[in-house]
């Protein structure tokens, strides 16, 4: 008696590429397609805000970047941006630009406004005003 034995054999060829898969990018750093200008505007809990320049228009900007992943996090930053999209364009308001997830971090590009820290506008304990507020 004889027996007949097939054997199947597949595989599915995949391209070598080197550096195929995306780069690390470093937790608090803006994305690759803005270069940042100088140290960080602020920083807290929630994040890391950058000035930065877009490397195509050349536009300055600020971007916040969360200091967690995204997917850790992800109810309560949509709803952070859901609040950021529903603002109205006004000149006493922020103006939200875009936002960008990468590496699962995700990245708020809003104006960047030159003007004073919170912390300047605020009177010290004896009263005093650090910087005097002129109006624009």
């Known amino acids: 008696d004889s027996i007949t034995r097939r054997v199947a054999v597949s595989w599915v060829a995949t391209p070598v590429v080197p550096n195929a898969t995306a780069s690390r990018v470093p937790p608090h750093q803006p994305p690759k397609e803005y270069i940042v ?13 950058h000035r930065v320049k877009h490397t195509v228009n050349g536009r300055v900007y600020a971007v916040k970047t969360c200091r967690h992943p995204f997917k850790q996090n992800e109810q309560a930053l949509r709803q952070e941006l859901r609040n950021l999209t529903r603002l109205p364009v006004h000149c006493n308001l922020l103006r939200y630009f875009e936002c960008i ?14 003007a004073y820290k919170f912390t300047e506008l605020v009177p010290r304990p004896d009263g005093e005003i650090k910087q005097q507020h002129l109006p624009a």
Do not use: C, K, N, S
């Open 37 to 49: 200008d100088g140290p960080p505007l602020g920083q807290g809990w929630w994040g890391v805000t």
């Open 101 to 114: 997830l990468q590496a699962d971090r995700l990245h708020i590009v809003t104006e960047y406004l030159d």
